[in-house]
Every structure is written in C-alpha cells, then in structure tokens.
C-alpha cells in the first residue's frame, strides 16, 4: 500500500470514527424529554414528531389480565377438589377470555398425586377440572368451549414420594387446543 493510499484510508477511517461517535451520541429529543419527565417535554407540547407512531400504554387491568392468563396450572391441597380462593381471579380473567373469543377452546387436565387407588385418583382429578369448568361458565365462557379429562396419577409434574412432589402433582392444567 503506497503512502498516499495509507493517508486516504486513515482519513476514511477518522470520518467512519467520527460519524459513528456522532450517531451514538446522546441527543435531547422529544422522546427523551418525554421519558425525563414522566410523559411531557419541555415545551408542554402535545404534538407526536412526524412518522413516529407511539403504542397506547397497557392499562393496569390489561396487564393483570395478560399475567393471569400466563398462569395455566392451578394446585389443589390434599384430597380436595375446590380451587384455592386465590385462583378465583386468575380464573374469572380466562373465563372472560373465553366469553371474548368464542371461537378459543381450551381443555381442563385434571391431575392427582399418586397417593389413592386409580380409580379414586382418576376421579379426583375429574372432580378437580369440572370445578374449574364450572366457575369458567357462570363468569361466561361456553360449555362448548372447554373439553374436560382426568390423567389422575398418570401423568406427574414430579416425581417422587415427598409432600414437594405431591403438591406440584395435585393440579388442573388448562391447555388450548
């Protein structure tokens, strides 16, 4: 490389160096001022810069509804087929979820621990899923929407013969299909 090529490419080098400092470099924009001071700029103006579309904020009751339809497994204490109060909630979110999209099915799998006969477990588990069914029905999703089965001890979350095991066992899985 002769001397006058080394020049030109250390000087392409310089501008590249400098146009990148540039663009990376900390600028007061709009959206700057806005996130600073918690939603306004300086200047109190309402005005969006042209070509910049900003998604609507979610609302605290769209996020607790995205959260609770997150929540799929629902456990259960021992030999008991009613939910735990605390999934009342949960639960009301997917039957409105249900209520709005009719066309959305789900199956309810309901789950025992290995402790009981088969058929007592199978049973149990049934019991569990059609109390879920239920309370997604009176708080508005369609029959036709939700299929129904029990894996009692069939298909454990964990295994192993410790009351750790046991609970993650005793469940309603709800699944979509």
Known sequence: MGTQSYSIFKASLLVCSLALFAACSST?????????SGGE???GSTAQPSGVEQTPALTAEEIAAQEALRTTIFYFDFDVAEFKADDRDTLSYHARNLA??????????????????????????????????????????????????????????ESGQSEQAYSMNRRVEIVGR
């Open 41 to 43: 700029s300086d200047t």
């Open 28 to 36: 007061n924009s709009v959206e700057d001022d806005e996130q600073i």
């Open 100 to 157: 709005a999209n009719p066309d959305r099915r789900i199956r309810l799998e309901g789950h025992a621990d290995e402790r009981g006969t088969r058929e007592y477990n199978l049973a149990l588990g049934e019991r569990r899923a059609n109390g879920i069914l239920n309370y997604l029905i009176v708080n508005g999703a369609s029959r036709a929407q939700v299929e129904v089965v029990s894996y009692g001890e069939e298909r454990p979350a």
